[in-house]
């Protein structure tokens, strides 16, 4: 786009803009907020009405607002946690007002300030969708807590927060209201202060599933940014709401905001915490003194039934990991500078040995105001982390697989006669030489930096120019030991590293006009560009020399690989305030992709929120009762978009190829398709929010129904066109769901006070079509897309049964023994032809989440809360169980040895039953106590000892307890990480740590 | 003044940078035109000289990589090869026929993969014009994507009873094979002619920049020729063609490192195939041409099904070995099937004892070591071509035509006439090419 376009597009914007308000002369309107009880109320957000002028109260509740146009005006103060008050003050020009609030406590309130999903600030009672908000105060509550992402467990309606890997730094995936695509991704778009960040889990070396399985890592990038430096969260659920992102919001959007300083004298914070976390389970090995049929077989037993010698070396694997997080942020300012500074170090021991996550990061927040009219913002953030990962899952490598592959009768202990630990008679490596010898870390260093600058040429305008940049650098270097696992493995060297460089560069002019008391109106029109750079060098090395730790060694390889996406958005936006009771806002957003050719680069999303309001604030009614407080009424409507996998697939690719030793090139069997364009959703969301008791409860609800149509498949060519297949545009799937939130503010007197937060939210995803309806398509082991059917539902091969509906047995002879033995489920079709059935075994997808909190404050000094998470409904596929049965190493394999001849879980037979996996189907029901947390407030004459002006001790617990009829070790893992379709797959997972801490901070 | 000048006067003023600045920004790099810095697309390709010659070595190399597809039919399907314990469920179909299903891998790849060769000797074509005019590389470089065409439709031809002939994604329908044929003929004369005026040493720039080493354009064009001009019947033209081929050059297809013989990786990578012993047990006594194709001095590998009597492979059993595109005796025994067919038995006795009699070659081809023999009636001489081509042109994809041709003369029956048109093409070709 040239510049002079969007000039001319900037000054029509600005032009439709209404009159503006006239103003020469200006005050200074100041005063303190503070709660019933006369404390301070830091961080209550001042506005002038009909302005774009604002301030934040400090920690001394005291608030400034300079430039303020001499009149008549009405200012109103908003605090989460607390109702929103306003008053009217006479600004007079030169002179200052004093204007003080007091604020009653309230359950959760519309007025709450929002920014993501539109294109200037607003309040949540004005928009017609719903809006997640998560305080920093909530984030820093949760325990043990170290990535965003994990702080929203339990926190957010209508989101999934599944943690894939136990492995410290571990991925978190979340699915906020289902999943909305197949073959793209289906995590939410992060954004923090409002520069969109990556957070690919594009595995570097597989450590979990297997490369062609998706490819996933155990960690996603959101583990990069420490929790402690959020101020406020919101989440954006669906299309109706996240509209603005336009073309990558198909999954909703986490804007992340962090803490800023206020003006007043320096604030310190100190905080440390020490963690021991400790497996939540161990897996139940057989440990029959005699010997099974694997034990035969690999575990060196004379015969069956002969007296052996067992191990279980999970005393080696697991251990109890001691962590530590240390905090320190100073914050502050004067009326013209504000800064805050934050720093942490991080160090958390994995449950499974070696594996170890230590995380620095320092992040300086900078505003300076320049004049009344101009302000500027400077935000930089540096991460550097290294992760000891050791592989697991799919991984013939990974320790816990080891433990689940293998018979108990294998002794894998050192071997001072060999000088080796022995080989593994079955898999790839041994455990305890993968903990011993092996490595895998992967380190980031990671820079994330913000620049702003506000023009308010008039009070009613606003622009804002903002640049954003998320730089890093990812390597990781796995290394195999030669002859570690077979006497011809010469050892194996990965080292890929990563560069990835997002650019954001965004512009927004807002206008504010109320031409009449009782009508407002607010104008947006804004512009983004987004650059996404990546590049990975992967070197890798084999035949190893000893000692060497490095690439090299006599067989080198290395390849490299380099994408960039580019996006260009514009928006607009309006908004109508009738007499603060009926709101409308209304957007366009037209987005065009580089991944997407010229007759499809342009789309366009639309949307439409409706919110009808009745409370305190509304005008023209003398309020409602004081036992139904507020009531509202809201629908949307919005559009968005997804990305195709791949941002190449428009070209008719050639790749690369040898013959004769001379280059050459052929076409890629995957035909260009220039008219892909992104995945289009659509959601209708309506829903109503309901205050009882002046505020003190209020239950939100809300349903949903969203299509996601021209879904990215790939699709057979006609074979003799050269082709195998192209993407095109050509499946759709749908997302219904309600969701219902209940907060509560039981009591609140001083010597004691209880809050409570109620959630339940149910969504059904159904695929609604394929290229044709007969379609199947299989991901990674059992996971399905069938039309008509949950995305992702297990399908597989059950037993045989009796008419009855019983399990068949059959006659199966071995070791002059015979057993009964189930056996897998036939068709004959109408050819005649008789074939292995597959059905529908299970659904991973949560029939429903609930989670219940629960604050008290008991006395002034000491706090307690309590999360509990559950999920319901969503069945697991143990693959951990299936293999440990077929390799005899369950307990349950101790049935057949004791000489029970009736037998579902049969090792002496593995091919006859090895697709029936219908056993391996469970009920991954679970619910969890995911925080706990006692905080004492020590006694100002202890803190003042320290000179500090307040200090608290923690103690804590994370997942202390889960209750679950899953008999694996954790029901919450994946064993696929981050896959949008490959879940509830549990296969040798290391499990989520309960977690202890104890904690102090202090601030000065 | 009017808000809207208060505004544009503010930009005027020392602060216009404001704006300048975060326009010049968001226009920066604003192209949303990018390319794909890790592949070159067709359009690059086809519009760059070098492109267009990299795509001519590409279609070498994806004719070379399929060699083994065409191998697995023919060889299975006849009395060549055996399965391994290895293989797949749909080999060992193809070696008893029982079982036989046309979703199976095997009926797909010898046809996709032949339509690939097929469109980059398209795009090479369409192409040519990047290459200088009347140039030799020009010339060359036709010649040689009308050759790989026509080995394409000639190797779909003995596979698949009926074939397209348009190569696109609109859909065509199969053609019987007598339209092929003359697709294939007209294909090889005109590459022919494109070099008949140049000579060898202006073609030196195509060999050394697109042609594989150990390649011989103008012999593998008569060679083909010949090939075709027999399987349709035209045997004249098939003696006149194969009288062009030298019988002392060999043409092959090479693999050097990265690159692997498919045959040899099918048989010793894969450990899917391996020899019918019945091939070393089947030979007249004192040919030497079985221990040429295999290994008949150590024991061969385990069969499944079990009563499959298996030797390992002798030709083709190291990485990088190379393969004949033709044979320079497949000539010899050409034209003794034209002669014999066309009532002229003398000279056909001659080349079969030609072949029998070889005692050495300074090629690398199987010679036969045996004694001249005579015979007097048309189909006792049929019965012989057939049995010397069985042992000269062993795994050289031919056998099945074979069976095609000689019928009741050959002592096997295939388990397949021919694989059927692949279901995807079935399912997805708008010509609904299935009926």
């Known amino acids: 786009m040239g510049s002079r376009r969007f000039l001319s597009f900037l000054s029509v914007a600005l032009l439709v803009f209404p009159a503006f308000a006239s103003a020469q002369e200006t005050g200074t309107i100041q005063g303190r907020v503070a709660d019933a009880t006369g404390a301070p109320v830091a961080s209550a957000q001042i506005r002038v009405e009909g302005t774009t002028l604002g301030a934040m109260t400090g920690a001394d509740g005291t608030y400034r607002i300079g430039g303020v146009p001499a009149g008549v005006h009405t200012i109103s103060t908003r605090r989460v946690g607390y109702a929103p008050e306003r008053a009217t003050v006479t600004a007079s020009a030169g002179g200052t007002i004093t204007q003080d609030f007091t604020l009653r406590a309230a ?192 575990g060196g037993a004379p015969a069956f039934g002969a007296p052996i010698q067992r191990f279980d070396i999970q005393d080696q694997i697991f251990r109890t990991g001691l962590g530590t997080n240390t905090r320190l942020s100073i914050s502050g300012g004067n009326e013209g500078t504000t800064y805050y500074l934050g720093g942490g ?6 449950i499974v040995r070696p594996t170890e996550y230590d995380r620095t990061n320092v992040r300086a927040n900078l505003s300076q105001r320049l004049s009344d009219q101009f302000e500027v913002g400077l935000r930089g953030n540096y991460i550097n982390s290294t992760n000891d990962f050791i592989p697991e899952g799919e991984q013939t490598q990974g320790v816990l697989t080891s433990v689940v592959f293998t018979p108990t009768s294998v002794n894998p202990a050192f071997n001072p006669n060999t000088g080796r630990y022995p080989y593994n008679p079955l898999l790839g490596a041994n455990p305890l030489d993968v903990i011993e010898n092996w490595s895998a870390p992967e380190k980031v260093t990671r820079i994330l930096g913000g620049f702003d600058l506000t023009w308010r040429p008039l009070t009613s305008v606003s622009l804002k120019y903002a640049a954003g940049l998320d730089d890093y650098r990812r390597e990781a270097n796995y290394f195999q030991p030669p002859f570690s696992t077979s006497a011809t493995f010469t050892g194996s060297i990965q080292n890929p590293v990563q560069f990835s460089r997002l ?63 580019r996006t260009v958005g514009w928006y607009i936006e309006e908004r109508v305030n009738l007499a603060e009771r009926l709101y409308l806002t209304g957007g366009l957003n037209w987005d065009a992709s580089s991944a997407f050719g010229p007759d499809e680069r342009v789309q366009m999303f639309p949307r439409l929120g409706l919110s009808y309001v009745l409370d305190r604030e509304s005008r023209g009614t003398s309020g409602l009762g004081s036992m139904l407080s507020s009531f509202r009424l809201r629908a949307a409507y919005g559009e968005t978009g997804g990305q195709p996998p791949g941002i190449y697939s428009r070209f008719a690719n050639y790749e690369n190829t040898s013959f004769s030793g001379r280059p050459g090139l052929v076409s890629s069997i995957t035909a260009g398709n220039p008219n892909l364009k992104p995945e289009r959703q659509r959601e209708y969301e309506g829903g109503f929010d309901v205050g009882f008791f002046d505020e003190r409860a209020l239950v939100e609800f809300s349903y949903y129904d969203k299509r996601t149509n021209d879904l990215v498949l790939s699709i057979p060519l006609p074979p003799s066109s050269g082709f195998s297949q192209q993407f095109q545009n050509i499946g759709s799937l749908t997302n219904k769901g309600v969701e219902l939130a209940l907060n509560t503010v039981n009591l609140a007197s001083e010597r004691f006070a209880w809050r409570s937060r109620f959630t339940y939210s149910a969504n059904r995803s159904k695929v609604a079509k394929l290229v044709t309806a007969a379609d199947t398509l299989l991901f990674d082991y059992l996971n399905a897309i069938i039309v008509g059917q949950p995305v992702g539902v297990f399908l597989g091969g059950t037993y045989a049964r009796t008419p009855d509906g019983q399990i068949a047995y059959r006659d199966f002879t071995t070791g002059g023994q015979t057993y009964l033995l189930p056996y897998r489920q036939q068709d004959t079709l109408a050819s005649g032809a008789i074939v292995n059935s597959r059905r529908i075994i299970g659904d991973p997808n949560p029939k429903f989440v609930a989670t219940f909190g629960n604050d008290f404050d008991i006395g002034e000094r000491i706090q307690l809360s309590v999360l509990l998470d559950g999920r319901f409904g969503n069945d697991v596929a143990n693959f951990s169980r299936r293999i ?92 696929f990480s981050a896959s949008t379709v490959s879940r509830g797959v549990e296969f040798a997972t290391t499990p989520i740590p309960k977690q202890f801490i104890i904690g102090l901070s202090f601030n000065y | 003044m009017t808000p809207i000048r208060r505004i544009i006067s503010a930009a005027r003023g020392p602060r216009k940078w404001v704006l300048v600045a975060a326009v010049a920004a968001g226009a920066a790099g604003c192209s949303l035109e990018l390319t794909n810095p890790n592949a070159p697309t067709e359009e690059t390709v086809v519009s760059d000289l070098d492109g267009v010659l990299a795509v001519a070595v590409g279609m070498q190399d994806q004719f070379a990589q399929t060699i083994d597809d065409y191998m697995v039919t023919n060889s299975l399907v006849t009395d060549e090869w055996g399965t391994r314990t290895a293989s797949l469920i749909a080999y060992q179909s193809l070696l008893t026929g029982d079982n036989f299903d046309d979703s199976y891998l095997v009926v797909l790849t010898p046809w996709a993969r032949s339509y690939s060769v097929i469109k980059s000797a398209n795009t090479v074509l369409a192409g040519a014009d990047q290459i200088g005019t009347g140039s030799a590389l020009r010339a060359g470089t036709v010649a040689l994507a009308r050759l790989f065409k026509a080995m394409s439709y000639g190797m779909l031809i003995q596979q698949y009873e009926q074939v397209p002939i348009a190569v696109t994604t609109e859909g065509s329908l199969p053609q019987p094979r007598a339209i092929v044929l003359d697709t294939i003929f007209a294909l090889l004369e005109s590459a022919r002619a494109e070099i008949a005026s140049v000579s060898d040493a202006d073609l030196a720039g195509f060999r050394t920049r697109v042609a594989g080493t150990g390649f011989d354009l103008r012999n593998t064009i008569d060679a ?63 040919d030497l041409r079985p221990a040429y194709w295999l290994n008949t001095t150590t024991a061969g590998p385990a069969g499944n099904p079990v009563d ?88 050289q994809g031919l056998r099945w035509e074979d069976t095609r041709r000689f019928g009741t003369a050959l002592t096997t029956t295939p388990t397949l006439s021919f694989l059927p048109i692949p279901q995807q093409e079935c399912d997805v070709n708008p010509a609904n090419p299935c009926g």
């Open chain 2, 224 to 286: 083909m020729l010949a090939r075709y001009y027999l399987i349709a019947g035209r045997y004249n033209d098939a003696i006149t063609a194969a009288n062009r081929v030298s019988p002392t050059i060999l043409s092959v297809l090479a693999y050097p490192d990265p690159t692997v013989n498919p045959v040899q990786n099918l048989a010793f990578g894969l450990n899917y195939v391996a020899g019918l012993n019945s091939f070393v047990t089947q030979a007249e006594a004192g």
């Open chain 1, 884 to 975: 440990q049965e077929l390799f005899g190493a369950a307990k349950v394999n101790e049935r057949e040895i004791s000489g029970d001849t009736v037998n579902r879980t049969f090792s002496g037979n593995p091919t006859g039953r090895s697709l029936i996996y219908e056993e391996y189907i469970e009920d991954g029901s679970y619910v969890k106590l995911r925080e706990i947390a006692l905080q004492f407030t020590l006694p100002p004459g202890i803190v003042s000892r320290f000179g500090a002006d307040r200090a608290s001790l923690r103690l804590a617990g994370r997942n202390l307890k889960t209750w679950t009829d899953y008999s694996g070790l954790d029901p919450e893992t994946n064993t």
């Open chain 1, 107 to 298: 359950a959760v309130t519309l007025n709450e300030v929002v920014v993501t999903g539109v294109a200037a600030p607003t309040t949540k009672r004005q928009l017609g969708n719903t809006i997640e908000t998560v305080s920093g105060e909530q984030v820093a509550r949760a325990p043990g807590v170290s990535s965003i992402d994990q702080a929203l467990q339990g926190r957010v309606t209508g989101a999934v927060v599944s943690e894939n890997s136990g492995q410290p730094g571990g991925g978190i995936s979340i699915r906020l209201r289902g999943t909305n695509s197949i073959l793209g991704g289906a995590e939410p778009l992060y954004v923090i202060d409002g520069v969109i960040v990556d957070n690919s889990s594009e595995a570097l070396v597989a450590l979990s599933g297997n490369a062609p399985r998706g490819n996933q890592a155990l960690s996603n990038r959101m583990a990069d940014f420490d929790p402690g430096d959020v101020e406020r969260i919101e989440v954006l659920k669906g299309a109706a709401a996240a509209a603005l992102y336009g073309a990558r919001a198909n999954n909703g959007v986490i804007q992340i905001f962090t803490k800023r300083g206020q003006a007043g004298r320096p604030s310190v914070a100190a905080a440390t915490d020490v963690t021991w976390s400790k497996t939540p389970k161990r897996y139940d090995l057989n440990m029959h003194p005699n010997a099974g049929f694997q034990d035969v077989a690999f």
């Open chain 1, 503 to 565: 650019f954001n560069n965004d512009l927004t002019a807002s206008h504010a006009w109320t031409p009449r008391q009782s009508l407002g109106l607010n104008s947006s029109v804004g512009f983004r560009f987004t650059s996404d750079k990546n590049e990975t060098v992967r070197a890798a090395g084999a035949n190893l020399g000893p000692g060497q730790t490095l690439v090299g060694g006599a067989t080198q390889t290395a390849t490299q690989s380099k994408t960039e996406l």
């Open chain 1, 345 to 350: 170090y991080q160090k958390e021991e994995g």
């Open chain 2, 308 to 395: 499959t009597a298996l030797r390992f492979l002798r030709k083709y059993s190291t990485r990088n070995e190379s393969f004949p595109l033709y044979l320079p005796d497949e000539m010899k025994l050409i034209k003794a099937e034209a002669f014999a067919r066309t009532s002229r038995p003398a000279e056909a006795l001659v080349l079969i004892n030609e072949v029998r009699t070889q005692t050495s070659s300074p090629l690398d081809e199987p010679v036969a070591g045996l004694p001249p023999i005579v015979l007097v009636t048309q189909a006792e001489m049929l019965a012989e071509i057939a049995r010397q081509r069985r042992y000269e042109l062993y795994e």
